[in-house]
Nanobody, 125 residues
Framework: QVQLVESGGGLVQPGASLTLSCRAS?????????????MAWYRQPPGAERELVAF????????IYAGFVDGRFEISRDDAQGLVSLQMNNLTPEDSAVYYC?????????????WGQGTQVTVSS
């Protein structure tokens, strides 16, 4: 079965940088490898709904970012290693949230089908 495991969260000060990692495995159980999946990062701030941060389309497709990213974050993926990363720069307190890794079939769209357990990011002085 597909498993997504996030890591890299923590407590940082405003203006700092942080890199989140998602270790992805088990795609072969679906009949397709990781290249068939769009990989995403979502986040859920306290008291708010889960929202998209960034998508990295499968098979070399381009990234898609939410408007609030404003050039501060970069999503990347290494399908051979089963790794999806989110480099976050110039963090603000508004970026505090639980960050989730997600995967969806590239031919289906919509929200991810598979989710990780999340990693907490707190930005505070």
């Amino acid at each position: 079965q597909v498993q997504l495991v996030e890591s890299g969260g923590g407590l940082v000060q405003p203006g700092a940088s942080l890199t989140l990692s998602c270790r992805a495995s088990g795609f072969s159980s679906t009949g397709h490898d990781m290249t068939w999946y769009d990989m995403a990062w979502y986040r859920q701030p306290p008291g708010a709904e889960r929202e998209l941060v960034a998508f990295k389309i499968g098979e070399g497709g381009g990234p898609i970012y939410a408007g609030f990213v404003d050039g501060r974050f970069e999503i990347s993926r290494d399908d051979a290693q089963g790794l999806v990363s989110l480099q976050m720069n110039n963090l603000t307190p508004e970026d505090s949230a639980v960050y989730y890794c997600g995967a969806r079939r590239k031919d289906r769209g919509g929200n991810p089908t598979y989710w990780g357990q999340g990693t907490q990011v707190t930005v505070s002085s």
